[in-house]
Every structure is written in structure tokens, then in C-alpha cells.
């Protein structure tokens, strides 16, 4: 079975120029059909997005399951990220772990587990928003690895997905690499940050070794381009035992 997943990080669906663009995100995620996607800087009835929930906003819009997990209290509201899953897939189980920060005042990152079920097999599909700082990366990345390594050691299927704030080659992605295979688009492939001029391919995806990543391309659309400071990344991966 060939499932879509896409990750995003949608900037409080505000564009690269701080202008609204709920709706250019939701026009954005259906364009690629996806059955999941990781989405990361979410605003959830915060006064600065008019209040507006924007997880279950972007579920009513695209015909899917919303999971929205808070990290930040913010603009009178919640800060946080999330999944979007469609609707024939089944949520089991949800977690989400708080990865450290090296300073109190630094903001709080997280790692949110989803256990998903289809045509009675699961998977864990994960999602997460690392640090800017690689010396905190330095102390999250390991609580990550840890956590994937515990789903592969029960012999659940893994797909991991966010903004790592790392490029391809660095410590971070090659820590990774040690468990998961990375989906990865082609060497001429432009990255996803920043949306108008990509240069830098900050988002990643990666899955179990035992899975195969059929293509992954970064979203280039016009519409991808200016819904945020970012472009989406989608990844097709066959999960050959779900028949």
C-alpha cells in the first residue's frame, strides 16, 4: 500500500510578509492529496490569528482528523503543532514527549507520537519541531532517537517527520540516518526554507529501513510559495506488508 505523507511547517499560517493565509495552507495541503501530514508553528485562539483554531480550521477545509498538542501559551492563546490524518486511517494511541532546552526562557520544542492503524496493521508516525541552536539540537536529538528506537525494538514501522532545523549532511540528519532511511528529494531538488528563495532544506522526512520511499519533491506551487515562510515536502512511501 503507497501512503502520501507530507510535512509543514506552516509559520501560524501567516505568510513569508506576516499577511493571513489560513486558506492558501488548506489549498496548498489538498493539492497533494496526502493521508498524512506533520504539521509544526500552529496558533490555536491566539489574538495575533484572530483566535482561530487553526488545526481543526485546516481539517474542516481539507476532510481530515485534526491532532493539535500545545507547547507555548501565546497571544492570549496556545502555540504548538499537530497532525492532519485522513479520515479511512485510525488514531490509536497519541503521546507527546518535551525535549530539553539548555535555557529556561528558550522556547519549549516537543516530539508528538501518533500510533495509526490501517486495514488492521500499525505504524507510529512522529512528528517534530527541533531548535535553531545546534547545542540544543545536541540534547533533544538523542531523547528523539531513543523514542524511534523503542518503536523499531517492538517492531512497529516508523515514519518521523518535521522541521529539524538542519540541513541534508548535517550531525542531526546523520544521527537519523543511523535508524531510519531518509526520504529524501533529488540533489537538484530545492530545499524548503526560505519559500520564496529555497535554499536550505530544513524540513525532513524519514522512515523505517524496512519501507520503501517510492518519491519525495519539495511543493514549488505558486500557492506553497507564498502560504508561508516554508514549502511543504512530500514523501510516498510503500508499506509493502499492508495489502
Keep these: 500500500m503507497l501512503l502520501t505523507f507530507l510535512t509543514y511547517n506552516v509559520h501560524s499560517c501567516l505568510s513569508a510578509r506576516k499577511e493571513p493565509s489560513l486558506e492558501l ?3 496548498a495541503i489538498r493539492s497533494c492529496s496526502p493521508d498524512v501530514v506533520a504539521l509544526q508553528e500552529l496558533d490555536a485562539g491566539c489574538d495575533r490569528t484572530d483566535g482561530i ?5 485546516l481539517a474542516s477545509a481539507t476532510g481530515m482528523n485534526a491532532i493539535f498538542k500545545p507547547l507555548v501559551s501565546l497571544h492570549g492563546g496556545e502555540y504548538g ?33 501518533l500510533t495509526l492503524e ?27 532517537m531513543e523514542i524511534i528506537q523503542r518503536k523499531l525494538s517492538m517492531g512497529q514501522n516508523v515514519v518521523f517527520m518535521g522541521d529539524l532545523n538542519a540541513i541534508r549532511g548535517a550531525e542531526t540528519i546523520r544521527t537519523f540516518g543511523k535508524l531510519l532511511r531518509p526520504c ?60
Excluded: W
Design 118 to 144: 490501517i486495514k488492521g496493521h500499525t505504524f507510529a508516525c512522529m512528528n517534530t519541531h527541533l531548535s535553531t541552536s545546534q547545542r540544543e539540537r545536541k540534547y533533544q536529538v538523542p531523547v528523539v
Design 53 to 57: 483554531h487553526q488545526a481543526e480550521h
Design 184 to 243: 529524501r528529494p533529488g540533489l537538484l531538488s530545492p530545499g524548503t526554507f526560505p519559500s520564496k528563495y529555497p535554499l536550505l532544506q530544513l524540513d525532513h522526512i524519514f522512515c523505517s529501513k524496512s519501507l520503501m520511499n517510492v518519491s519525495s519533491r519539495v511543493i514549488t506551487t505558486t500557492v506553497c510559495r507564498e502560504a508561508s515562510d516554508h514549502l511543504p515536502l512530500m514523501s510516498k512511501i510503500e508499506f509493502e506488508s499492508l495489502t
Design 25 to 27: 495552507v488548506a489549498r
Design 81 to 113: 503543532f499537530g497532525f492532519l490524518v485522513k479520515k479511512s486511517i485510525n488514531v490509536l494511541d497519541e503521546s507527546v514527549e518535551l525535549l530539553p532546552k539548555r535555557h529556561p526562557s528558550n522556547e519549549q520544542r516537543g516530539l508528538l507520537t
